[in-house]
Structure formats: C-alpha cells, structure tokens
C-alpha cells in the first residue's frame, strides 16, 4: 500500500492514495457519499493486478479537507481533474459509485477527452425532490452524522448482507460516522442542486452502467435511463443494494475489470 499524500487546490486539501505497477494503465476510484477511498478495497487485490489505480477522497471525506463556501458538482470534477493534472495523468479510466458516480457522468460530459472507459456505479443523474435532501442536512447540521447512519446502513445493505456480514458493515458504518459534517452537507447540498439527466447525453466514452437491484437510494430504473442515455452504454446488474462492490464484489470485479480491459 502506498503512503497517504495529498495536493493542495486554494483552501482545499485532498487525500490520494496510488496502487499497482507504475507501467500499468490508470484507473481513477471516486467514492461514495459518507464514505471515503477505502471504500474500495474489496477491489484493491483485482484491479491492482491490471491497473495503476488512483484513490482519493472526495472533499470532505476522510483525510480531505472542505472548504467553507458552498460547492457543486462541477467543483468535485474539478477536484479530479486538479489531482490528475497534479500527476501529469491526461488519460485514466474512471469508475465511481454513487456521488463518485455522479462526478463520473460530470466528468464525462465535460472532460471526456481526459476519460478513456467510464463506469458509473449505483448512481442517478437527477435525486430530487430537494425538499428530501434539505431534511438530511438539518438533520446532519444538528445531530450530527449519528442521526443518519443507521437510515444509511438499511438502505445501502441488503438485509441477509446485514446479517452475515456485520464486521464489513461496521467497517462502512465507521466511514459514515468519521465523515466530517460540513464534507457531508456539502455534498448533499451538491447532490441536490444537480441535474444531469440530459447533459449525460453528449458522453461520448465507452461506458458501463452498473445497478443493484435491491438499492432503494438509485434503482436500476435510474441506471437503466443513464444507460438509455449515453449511447454505446453497458448496463448490468447485481443482486445487492446500494454498495454493490461490498455485497458482489467478485462478481463486480470480475465485471469491471473485463470491461475496462476491452480495447475500443
């Protein structure tokens, strides 16, 4: 495992992590609301035997630091797009769930020459109404992350997941409740000001749509419609909820990295 590092965007500060051979092909990681870049490891061991893989956290989370201002889902591309710049990165692969999602169909339409394959995992161009979005920020403004990790944690697991598998869901429910508070209704507030239902139309990179059939936080009707969206787009489902990766992870890995693998 490499050492944390980290580059310096203005007043942001974001964490990464690299894995993998230096000769290998990137591939760029975007975690999810709530969590941080260890969200991935259920992954690490596949995708570092084909792929230099780039983790970092999505500012707020884990070691990254927020800024106090407001921010939108054009600045958490942009924070991608500053950290490969800061690695001299001009082309990677990208695979993100859920708010790491998002930032992949941002990042899509409006840098897609710095995109070789997209995978966009768990994840909606569009989660209204707002009204949902600004009951989970007072909530989180008030209480805390505690009074919404458990909400989280039944929406994100399948309830068998939940059952056999408590030391993977403690790992998660620890990343929930170490996310930073203004990282967290930062995001929610960038999540619902979004809307890229139509924008995803110009991605013009090899995308894989990925969805769980069991996630009530984006169904596969939200993947299906990105897929319908985005022309040439894979669609694929698992059986799992929200953190597909944690429920299937050989399946999802096994998927990921066959698609990514493809030459175009």
């Known amino acids: 495992m490499s050492e944390s590092q980290f580059i310096v965007r203005g007043t942001l500060r974001l964490h990464y992590r690299i894995d993998g051979e230096a000769d290998a092909p990137w591939l760029m990681l975007c975690n999810s ?44 591309a942009d924070d991608a797009i500053a950290l490969l710049d800061h690695l001299a990165i001009t082309k990677t692969h990208f695979c993100g769930l859920s708010l790491g999602g998002m930032t992949g169909m941002w990042l899509g339409t409006h840098y897609g020459s710095r995109i070789a394959r997209l995978v966009l995992s768990n994840t909606s161009p569009y989660m209204g109404p707002a009204s949902n979005w600004d009951t989970r920020i007072k909530l989180v403004t008030e209480g805390g992350m505690p009074t919404v990790t458990d909400s989280v944690i039944a929406r994100w697991f399948t309830p068998h997941f939940r059952e056999t598998a408590a030391d993977k869901i403690a790992i998660v429910q620890k990343m929930l409740l170490d996310t930073s508070v203004p990282g967290y ?40 419609g990105i897929a319908a969206t985005i022309t040439g787009a894979r669609y694929l489902e698992f059986d799992a909820a929200h953190l597909s990766n944690w429920e299937q992870p050989e399946q999802y890995n096994e998927n990921l990295c066959a698609f990514l693998m493809e030459t175009d």
């Open 33 to 76: 609301l709530g969590t941080n870049l260890h969200m991935w490891q259920p992954q690490m061991d596949a995708l570092t035997k084909h792929f230099r893989v780039l983790r970092y956290d999505a500012r707020g989370h884990g070691e990254s630091f927020v800024p106090g201002e407001p921010f939108t889902m054009a600045d958490l």
């Open 185 to 224: 209704v930062g995001c929610c507030a960038a999540i619902r000001d979004m809307d890229q239902r139509i924008s995803i139309s110009e991605i013009a990179n090899p995308t894989l749509v990925i969805a769980g059939s069991r996630d009530p936080s984006t169904p596969p009707g939200d993947g299906k």
